[in-house]
């Protein structure tokens, strides 16, 4: 019995870079065949994206502020999650991500407590959800609502992630029951990592 040859870290990499410049995971499959001249299955991208690791971003970032805000996004074919989003102001990078099915301050404060740990405490901006003042006064944290700019920036990333989340498990999606989301908190931290090298690089 031969043994399963493995698919070696480039092939995967420019398959991944394929998928996040914008394509579909057919169609990544399909380009990454058509280039390589390797037969590669879209089943085979999703599964990348669940098992991959990205590289740690060491970048010495000095952070203004945190622009932070939430917003719902499909997750199957019908369930609803909320998605959270930080990003500061000068390089518009993305700072963190989370999901819950529940948006209130307890998951508010847990979100913001885990990018304080990260990258320290600085002041924040959001917009009027009642839930935002009340975790920086919890955390000690100045807050205040954005200005134009803030809530423009914040807007189109939020936009930009809602474009590529679209359909986001109608090719393989989830079957467990009680299921945690990890998946779909795997494909977050490749996405935020793709977008952000393409900002620096």
């Known amino acids: 019995m031969s043994a399963r040859k493995r698919t070696s870290s480039q092939i995967i990499g420019y398959g991944l870079h394929l998928y996040f410049l914008g394509l579909s ?36 970032k000095k952070i203004k502020e945190y622009i932070i805000d939430e917003t719902s996004i499909k997750a199957g074919s019908s369930e609803l999650i909320w998605l959270w989003v930080v990003i500061e102001p000068k390089d518009k990078e993305i700072l963190a991500t989370d999901i819950s099915k529940k948006r209130n301050i307890s998951i508010t404060k847990r979100f913001l407590s885990r990018v304080v740990n990260k990258y320290g405490k600085h002041q924040v901006s959001s917009d009027g959800g009642t839930w935002y003042p009340q975790a920086c006064r919890f955390l000690k944290l100045v807050h205040h609502l954005h200005s134009s700019y803030e809530k423009s920036i914040i807007e189109r990333t939020i936009q930009y992630i809602k474009d590529r989340t679209e359909g986001f498990d109608d090719y393989i999606p989830c079957k467990k029951n009680k ?23």
């Open 25 to 60: 995971f057919r169609n990544a499959a399909k380009a990454l065949s058509f280039l390589l001249l390797v037969k590669i299955s879209h089943v085979s991208i999703w599964k990348w994206i669940q098992k991959y690791k990205p590289w740690k971003h060491l970048k010495n």
């Open 179 to 201: 299921c945690r989301l990890n998946h779909i908190k795997q494909w977050f931290k490749l996405f935020v990592y793709q977008h952000n090298k393409e900002i620096i690089s």
